[in-house]
């Protein structure tokens, strides 16, 4: 896995790695590449290091003589190249580099400076109307908010339940011309894979919530919710089912669980651990779960929908130490 420091997110949104051992492939992967336009350099590349020194080529695909995809796209994996994946079931050791703490449903200029002073990386809009955390993506409060954050270094993250493709785009580009509000979308309410694969064309990186039981899980219940869509190349979220509100219900998980699924996930694949995540508690979580993300949204508020600064600091300080 390649994960570059998060200085430069305007340039690498995502970076995946793709191992393979069978040289027959390549032509037809070179061929998938070249026919998606997306541009190919065959230098090789074994080492963070050099794939940091790439950081300003303008390759987005780079295909080692170790058999080894690189790729620096702005936006998700070309189509071909996706196809490629599960063409020859090419197990993903790397995915989305996604962040690694999210403070989710900002409402603010100063939510947003607190959290990039505090440490965080990532923040999220919630375009949930039902939810307490709720931003209008037609407000011009809320585009602000999103300049903001994106001058801030901060990823943005779009929180969705059951919304359309056509709903979720024009939320994301509230008046044609204007930039994205968003980098990556969360899909957090019931969508079937063929509504996310619509929701693809939008050209965001997707991360799927997946809510599971509070309760202790063995590892088949976890990898039935997950599996689907880690192989359709998606980030998960894990987060505790929240019931009709979907999210920020403040439940946790049960963190030995969500460790012992890991740990058996060879793919290791891209997780970001959620539910009821407090500055009390986080630490304890991430040592139990093996976390290496973490994503909080009631766990930082003192009153219901509003953040709370010396809670987002004192869980970026225990989550990120
Ligand atoms: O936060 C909400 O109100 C919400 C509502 C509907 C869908 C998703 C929502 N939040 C998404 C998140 O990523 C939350 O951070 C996640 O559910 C964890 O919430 P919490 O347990 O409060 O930390």
């Not at 300049?147 to 024009?170: C, D, M, P, T, Y």
């Not at 869509?229 to 019931?243: K, T």
């Not at 539910?275 to 930082?300: F, K, Q, Y």
Request: proline share 4%; net charge neutral.
């Amino acid at each position: 896995m390649v994960d570059f420091p998060h200085t430069t997110p305007s340039v690498y949104r995502f970076a995946i790695t793709l191992k393979f051992t069978d040289y027959s492939v390549y032509g037809y992967l070179i061929q998938a590449v070249s026919e998606d336009q997306s541009r190919l350099s065959r230098k090789g590349s074994e080492s963070k290091q050099v794939a940091a020194s790439l950081r300003d080529a303008k390759f987005p695909i780079l295909v080692s003589p170790r058999c080894e995809i690189l790729y620096f796209g702005e936006t998700r994996l070309p189509v071909l190249v996706r196809k490629f994946i599960h063409t020859f079931s090419i197990p993903i050791e790397g995915s989305l580099t996604v962040f690694r703490v999210k403070i989710c449903g900002i409402k603010l200029k100063s939510d947003v400076d607190c959290v990039r002073a505090a440490g965080g990386d990532a923040v999220g809009l919630n375009f949930f109307s039902k939810s307490v955390r709720y931003v209008d993506p037609e407000s011009v409060s809320t585009m602000e908010l999103s300049i903001h954050a994106q001058n801030s270094g901060l990823k943005r993250v779009g929180v969705f339940a059951n919304a359309s493709a056509e709903a979720i785009e024009k939320a994301i580009r509230p008046t044609s011309g204007h930039p994205n509000l968003i980098d990556i979308i969360q899909l957090h309410g019931d969508e079937t894979l063929a509504e996310a694969r619509q929701v693809e064309s939008i050209g965001l990186p997707i991360l799927r919530a997946i809510k599971l039981p509070t309760s202790p899980m063995d590892i088949g219940k976890i990898e039935r919710s997950v599996r689907p869509w880690i192989d359709a190349g998606y980030a998960v979220l894990l987060d505790a089912d929240g019931g009709a509100m979907h999210g920020g219900s403040g439940k946790t998980l049960d963190w030995a669980s969500i460790r012992t699924w890991a740990e058996s996930d060879q793919q290791r694949s891209t997780w970001i651990l959620a539910g009821g995540l407090h500055p009390e508690n986080v630490s304890e979580a991430i040592r139990l779960s093996g976390a290496a993300r973490v994503d909080v949204a009631s766990g930082v508020e003192e009153i219901r929908g509003q953040k709370s600064y010396a809670k987002i600091q004192a869980f970026c300080q225990a989550a990120l130490k």
